[in-house]
Structures are given as C-alpha cells and as structure tokens.
C-alpha cells in the first residue's frame, strides 16, 4: 500500500510529534516498507484462522475488589513537572 | 417550515460509575470528593512503567447492568484503548471497549403519556473514568486526578427517542433499574449518573437522518430536558433559515439556558483504537451468566405489574413504591403481615415518605420494621384504633421503635367500640345539644357532624366513628 507523506503528517499530528521535512520523507518509507509487510496477509487464505486478540493465551486475570492505601501525595506530586495547591499543573486548557 | 413538522431523532450514552469499592485498575479507593489527588497512586496517574489489573467486580456489576436490560452478552470480550491528549487523562490514552463489548442488544421498556415503546441498547461496555480539570485563576490548569480510574459503564442506546419526554422516562427507569441490580449509586448531582445527547432532526416522514450535534455530560434529567427543547428549535432555525447543520460537541449552559458550541478540532475523533496489550481478555461462563442472573432482585416493571394485579394498589401509588428497591421491598413484607396492601401503600406515601428526605427516599431507608406498619394497619383493620388514633401511634413509633400493639396498650388508645357505652354517651350528647339536634331534624343533615366531634371530644377521639354515626342515626330517628 502506497503511504504518502501528507498521511504521515497526519499520524504525526495525532500522535504530537514534530517531525523535520526528513523525518517525513525517511517515515514515509519506512512506514510503507511495514504496511506493505502486514499487506501480505492480504493474500492468505485465513478465514479458518481467528484475530489475534492477545499474543499470550491467558484470559480472566482479575484483581480483588479490595482497597490498598493511596500514595502519599507528596510523593506522588514529587514527580511532576509542575504543582500547585496539592494538585498536578498543566498549561491553561480552555474549552 | 413549522418547528412541528420537524422529527427530532435522539440516541443516548450514558456514563454510570460503577459503586466498586476500588478504582477499575487499582486498589485506590473509588469514593467522591476528598482532598485533591489524595485517591491516586501510579497506576491511576498514569505514571511510566505501571501495569493495570483489571477488578473482578468491575466486570461482575457490568455483567449484571447487562442482564437487567436485557442484553446478550459477548462470552468473548477484550479491551482496547482510545487514544487522544487531554490532561485529564493522563496516560494520553482511555482503555475502553471497542469492538467486543461486555453487552450488547439490550432493551429497556418506557411509558410516555401511557403509551408503552422500548428502547433498543446498543451495547454496555466498561472504562475507566478521568480526573478533573480545575480551572482556577492562576497560571496553569490544575488537575485532580481522584476521580481517574473510577470504574464506569457506558451505556449506548440506539436513536430510538423522538422526544424530550421520552428521553426523561429512559433516563428515569435506567436509573431505577441500575439501582435496583445494585451497580451504581447513579447520583446525578455527583456525576455518578450522567449522559451525552446525540441529537438531529429531519422533517416528517423523511428517511434519512439529519446532521446530528453531541451534547455531552449533562448530570440533571431537568436540564436534559431543556437542552433537547433548545438544541431541537436552533436546529430548526438553522435549516429554515436555509443554513447547514454542523456535526460539533455542544455544551448546556444553565445559566444562559442555551447550547454552546465547544472548541473542537475536526481530528479529535480519530481515536486510533487497538487492543489493550497490557490486559487479558474477559471471558464469562454460561455458569457465571446464570450464576448472575438468579442474584438479580425482581426489576420494578415486574413489580409493578405484580402490584397492580395482586395487590390491588393503584398506578400512581405503585410507581411511588417501585421507584426504589427498598421501598419496594418494604412494602412487599408490610403487606404480607397486613390483611389490606392499599392501606399499607397509603401509609408508605402519606405518612412515611413526609419523614423521609430525598436521599432517604430514593434509598428506601426507612427506619421502621416492614412488620411493624403491617400490625399497625392491622390494628386499623381490626377496629382496635381509629385512624386519626393511628397516626398517634404512628409518630410514636417511628420515634421509639415499639410495637405498635404495645403503644396502644400503654396510652390506652384502643377504640371505644362498646356498644352500651357510646349508646349512653350518644344520648347525653343529644340532650345537651339541642340546637344541632333541632337542625338535623329539621333537614340539615350535616348538623350531625357537630354532635359526632362532641362524641370524639368526650372519648378523646377514640370512638369509633362508624359505630358513633349510626348510633346517633338511630337515637335522632326515633326523635323525628
């Protein structure tokens, strides 16, 4: 499947990355080389065969419904880049 | 074109948090409020490196949302994650369901002016709340991330409401029928309970559908209410003012009482689900389904009809009743100690609901043993008190807590029944009254209203006001 670079620039947007006229050109090849890859499925006969919905055959892992003390939120505050008032601080979000 | 030759066409997603005792993904307590970020951990803030664990219970209340609508459920379902940038969402990414829900093709049975429809649900799946955004005056936007990871259900219906009013009774019997299965608490003024209105209209008759808006998370069925007339009416403006819908996220604004468009960008949909890779699909057993099944409570619709037919309530009553499981139960076990449910019904809604505020309402904390009311009607029934004598023993009771029996004994309020008793004081009563007694036996027959209160008055309202009237029927007759 052809990938073109204005599609890439779309993933970038999506994804927040800032990439250079070069990093679009050099991803818009790489990405086509693995599209093009996974495009050979395409080709196979796998109606027999059922999605691969987890590559680890495991299913029902649940947790007990049973409370654990929260982090202290000194520490837990400790890793962001910004605080204020006991809370994480971001750059103004409007609506 | 008449805003009434317009259809409107709603479908509705609801968001119910889930009354676990932990957060979907972790052991953080899921409880409202508290001081900000004091519920959190790394997992729900999203810290690198974490791992989520899926609750058991999220998966159990979500199964037993489903079966109480009426949903099929997916034996096989996974989780996937939606992606987009919002820092309420710190993990840059919601885990969701996508194409293999928990629930699926439910329905959920409403009246609108007597006039019976269903509801068709699309699908019931479960993710993870997000924190929340406070915007105070200050340099940048804070975040309280308590709420992040609360276990919700989402709940999608198809675009089957053509009304605001039919919008109303959905939202109200799903609420009933989550609180009743014991999921949600489905506070409204918490955010526990809340929806997104998808909305269009197309002139009558017409196939096709219109442009619809989204007003999303809307916490109050009145306001709900009011946004569906506004949203509708602009919309109509719009196409008669030969103008184009366009598909955008509203927000209501109570104050203004209009819809306001939000700032969106025209990508923030392209959500770029995938399978969730760090959590093991979900299967569910026949057993667990029917396991789930027999521990539901018997919904208010049944109960209704049950009422209507065996008990012999009125509508207007048994939808008071029903409106809460407790309630509802309450009165079942009244009823079975009382020899009349009508009686019982009445003394739930007049007496007991005046005590009760809201919040104890809906929850059916009623402070009474169900068998206590029952004896008391029964005391009623029985002609052992009146019942002016009953709401005494009423009030008594619902302070004290006593048996009702025993409060008669104590006051001494059993009715004066004995025949020779009250025909004696009936017959002082007539001679010592001689003006009403002239004027009920010159006609007026409501004169003897009079001599009955000096009756009531003389025994302290114990007399039995039945006796008492045909007594002083048949003393005045032999007088005419």
């Known amino acids: ?95 | 074109m008449s805003y009434n030759d317009y259809e409107i066409v709603m479908g509705l997603e609801v968001h119910s948090e889930l009354k676990t005792k932990t957060k979907i993904f972790c052991g953080c307590p899921n409880e409202f409020g508290g001081e900000t970020n004091t519920h959190c951990c790394p997992i729900c803030t999203g810290m690198p490196g974490t791992l989520p664990v899926l609750n058991g219970t999220v998966v159990e209340y979500a199964l037993r949302a489903g079966l109480a609508t009426g949903c099929k459920i997916n034996m096989f379902s996974k989780q996937d994650r939606k992606n987009y940038f919002y820092p309420d969402l710190p993990k840059a990414y919601q885990i969701s369901q996508f194409d293999l829900p928990l629930c699926y093709a439910g329905e959920v049975a409403i009246e609108v002016d007597g006039k019976p429809s269903l509801i068709g649900l699309t699908r019931i799946h479960i993710e993870e709340d997000a924190g929340k955004l406070l915007h105070e005056a200050g340099e940048g936007s804070l975040i309280d991330y308590n709420r992040c990871g609360v276990p919700l259900i989402e709940i999608v219906s198809e675009p089957d409401f053509r009304s605001a009013g039919e919008v109303r009774a959905y939202l109200e019997k799903l609420r009933s029928i989550l609180l009743y299965a014991e999921v949600s608490d489905c506070k409204m003024n918490e955010g526990s309970f809340r929806c997104d209105v998808n909305l269009s209209i197309r002139p009558k008759g017409q196939k096709e559908l219109g442009t619809r808006t989204e007003m999303k998370n809307m916490n109050s069925i009145n306001f709900i209410v009011k946004a569906i007339d506004y949203e509708a009416k602009r919309q109509a403006q719009i196409i008669d003012g030969g103008g184009v819908i366009i598909q955008e996220t509203r927000r209501w604004d109570e104050g203004k009482g209009i819809t306001v468009a939000m700032r969106s960008k025209s990508d923030a949909h392209d959500y770029r689900y995938f399978p969730e890779p760090d959590l093991m699909p979900i299967i569910t057993t026949e057993e667990t389904m029917e396991k789930i099944k027999a521990s539901l409570p018997v919904m208010p619709d049944i109960r209704k009809a049950l009422y209507l037919k065996e008990y012999g309530i009125t509508e207007y009553d048994a939808d008071l009743i029903v409106a809460s499981r407790h309630v509802a139960d309450f009165f079942e076990v009244a009823s079975k100690t009382a020899k009349n449910s009508k009686t019982v019904a009445n003394w739930i809604i007049t007496e007991i609901f005046s005590r009760l505020n809201e919040d104890e309402k809906e929850e059916g904390k009623i402070p009474l043993k169900p068998e206590s009311l029952g004896e008391l009607v029964n005391l009623i029934e029985d002609g052992v008190i009146n019942s002016s004598t009953a709401k005494e023993v009423f009030a008594d009771m619902w302070d004290t807590r006593k048996a009702p029996a025993l409060i008669v004994e104590e006051k001494g309020l059993k009715q004066i029944s004995n025949d020779d008793e009250l025909k004696s004081m009936a017959q002082e009563v007539i001679n010592e009254n001689t003006k009403p007694v002239a004027d009920f036996l010159s006609g007026i027959e409501a004169a003897i209203q009079s001599l009955m209160g000096q009756m009531m008055k003389r025994t302290k309202g114990k007399a039995n006001p039945g006796m008492v009237i045909s007594l002083l029927k048949e003393i005045l007759g032999g007088m005419k």
């Open chain 1, 1 to 95: 499947m052809k990938i073109t670079k204005e599609q890439v620039e779309h993933v970038a947007k999506l994804a927040r990355l800032n990439l250079t006229e070069e990093e679009k050109i050099s991803f818009t090849k790489d990405m086509e080389a693995i599209i093009s890859f996974a495009d050979q499925i395409n080709d196979l006969d796998i109606d027999d065969v059922k999605p691969t919905d987890h590559v680890i055959p495991i299913n029902n892992v649940f947790r007990p419904d049973v409370v654990v003390p929260p982090m202290d939120r000194e520490l837990l505050l400790s890793n962001a880049p910004s605080q204020e008032n006991g809370c994480f601080s971001v750059p103004k979000i409007v609506e």
